[in-house]
């Protein structure tokens, strides 16, 4: 790791493309699935919150080059917006960061490179739509950056079934993610595990090994 990388063992919780009209071809089949994620993020938020997580809002600019995060929630939140539901749930609060992404994943042409440094993060809750899609790619390119990671199997959703099965499958076996829903892994021990990934890499400096 860069030695002005992220310090080892802090966690950040991201919430990918939820802010969504689902406007596209499957998104009226994805909405169910969606809505079930959105309620699990939202509980997760919550106990982020609690425990001093920040939260980061990822989201793509639905084709609209000119838009700002305002304008994003207030199209989501439009009576005949498919994602109303959605956004009612996950609208972000004034202390949450929010990144403005281009393409399919996170870190691709946004800050999100920069401003995870800056928030001395290492670890990355993903959660989101569509599994199989932005939060691939965006997984990917976190575990290229040497960052751990946690993708929730009920805080994700795609169009179909076996296609969210197939993303957290190679996320778990190709980028080492934990994919355990939260109901089998919570926020308190996955901040546990960072915590002793940062005792760990104090004791390895120390000693000089």
């Known amino acids: ?84 539901g959605m956004a009612r749930l996950l609208e972000p609060r004034n202390h949450d960061y929010f990144v403005i992404k281009p393409k399919f994943s996170g870190f691709y042409a946004t800050n999100l490179p920069v401003v995870l440094p800056q928030m001395g993060v290492n670890r990355l809750i993903l959660t989101g739509i569509a599994a199989d899609i932005c939060v691939l790619f965006t997984a990917a390119d976190a575990h290229m950056r040497d960052y751990g990671l946690w993708v929730p199997g009920d805080a994700v959703a795609s169009h179909d079934e076996q296609r969210k099965d197939w993303a957290l499958e190679i996320m778990a076996h190709s980028m080492d993610a934990d994919t355990r829903p939260t109901d089998e892994l919570t926020l308190a021990d996955w901040i546990a595990q960072g915590e002793e990934v940062g005792r760990s890499s104090a004791e390895w400096v120390v000693s000089g090994r």
């Not at 406007?23 to 994805?30: K, L």
């Not at 609690?50 to 080059?65: E, K």
Request: one cysteine or more; proline letters at 6%; charged letters at 25%.
């Open 1 to 84: 790791m860069a030695e002005n990388g992220p310090a080892p063992g802090k966690t950040a919780l991201i919430i990918i493309d939820m802010l969504s009209r689902l406007g596209f071809d499957e998104g009226e089949a994805m909405r169910p699935a969606a809505e079930a994620a959105a309620r699990r993020i939202a509980a997760l938020r919550q106990r982020a919150d609690a425990a001093g997580v920040p939260t980061v809002y990822v989201n793509d600019n639905n084709g609209h080059w000119h838009s700002e995060r305002s304008q994003l929630v207030a199209a989501c939140l439009e009576p005949e917006s498919r994602g109303a």
